[in-house]
């Protein structure tokens, strides 16, 4: 229900929202913006999201042409949770005049950039988002909590402070993008004269300038490195610009999409993962990354009859694909403009430099325990490497008030940042802060058990 304060705040002033909602919501990624969408109907829960950003845009700087999302279009922001909602995808399609398109299109999976269009249009129906508000922290208030803001105007800049009570906070900041020390060491050294080191989040506006820099290393075993070598690749040896591929994987491995193994994602195999140590997790995380980070079979098998055709007629392709190799160290050479990489083979135990003129770093994202916490103390529970321990239904705090969206990789596996699962796990908050199910939650959804039946089961 939509009864939050109003959005626009004077120049350098301070608003103080008096009203104490049942949900403030702090991110507006799909997670944030699913858990709004799915707030919006019930007459019970009065709710207010803030984000920093001006406005919903997702990952912008992988928003590349033809590229679609890796779920299916029911892992929309809400259809999981309520197939009737109205802020479903079929129903963007249907108001948009795509839902003839799509259906003769057959195909389960959206255009990545589709999927922003809809979230963009759910936004814009939803008056409880508040978009240029960077939560500074979070703080306990007698029974409640008091969420403070800045305020940014267009450039950026702090025009204000808000203060938003609540008494459930709902935390959907999403992940960092993440490089490994040697390349971070690298970009932070790189002043402005030096070629580019960027994270892959940042690939399409670095494009053209990674085409002129006359080689390009590419660091990195998921998707987004597999995409940005496919996007380059073509137009790279057109111009004569090297594109080498470097992954500490010890293959090109792809995303594994086989029925059974897609039954982990659920509540099931959430039960079982959370229920093991925090030792056992941590290795068993590492032991499923070819669950979801792998790469789609698609693509790959793009990737090589693209090398096959550029490699007609015994034509040089200027690129080097290497698996099971670390960068291990990075340095900027000013004198060459070049950036010397540090690669060690896996296997071999090998070193050598490797030199290049511009770096991608598709090297993932991490979550951590937001500093807008601080202010909570040691009411906000974490394991023994400091981040949050997530319990089961998504709370960090005893007094179940503090609620995390895809920061409970660590906790829960698979599940975090999988656009399928966010409507279940919103349910399951909603749950929580309304004291009864708005919309029904799944127990079991795999035909499989994990784990030992009960006896005679
Ligand atoms: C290129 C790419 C493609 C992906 N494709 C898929 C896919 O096809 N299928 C799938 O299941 N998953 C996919 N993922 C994984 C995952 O679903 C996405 O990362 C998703 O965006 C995560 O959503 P989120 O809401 O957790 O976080 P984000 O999308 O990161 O949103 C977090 C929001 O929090 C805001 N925020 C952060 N800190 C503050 C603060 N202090 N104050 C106010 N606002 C703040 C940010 O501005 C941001 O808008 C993809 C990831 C990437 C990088």
Redesign the pocket.
Known sequence: MSTAAPSTVPATSHADDARIHDLVG?????????MAALSEPLEDVDAIF????PG????P???LDG?????PFL?DLVTMADPTSRFSFLQFLKETGRLYPFYIRESF?PL?SE?DRYCRWVAEQLDTLRWR????SVQEEGEHLLVV?DVLDAEGEIVGTEEHRGRHVVL????RPALPPALAELAEAADQSAPPVIH??QYLPAREQLLDAGSVTIVGSG??AA?IYRDLLEDAAARGTRVDWVTRSPRFFPMEYTKLTLEMTSPEYTDLFRSLSEERRESLGREQRTL?KGISGDLIDDIHELLYRLSQGGAEVPTTLLTDTAVTAARHDAEAGEHVLTLEHGELGTRREHRTRAVVGAT??R?SA???LAPLGGRIRRDSRGRLDVSRDYTIDDQQRIHV???EEHTHGVTA??????AWRASVVLDAITGREPYPIERRIAFQTFGLPADDA
Do not use: C, K
């Open positions: 702090i991110g507006i990624g799909p997670f944030g913006l699913g803030l984000d920093q950003a919903f845009s997702w990952h700087g992988m928003m590229a679609t999302i890796q779920v892992a999976y990545r999927y508000r960077r939560v500074r803001a959907g900041v999403g992940t892959s989040s998707q987004s995409e979801y993932g994202y979550s937001p500093a807008l969206l895809n920061a940042p999988d656009l399928g699962f966010g």
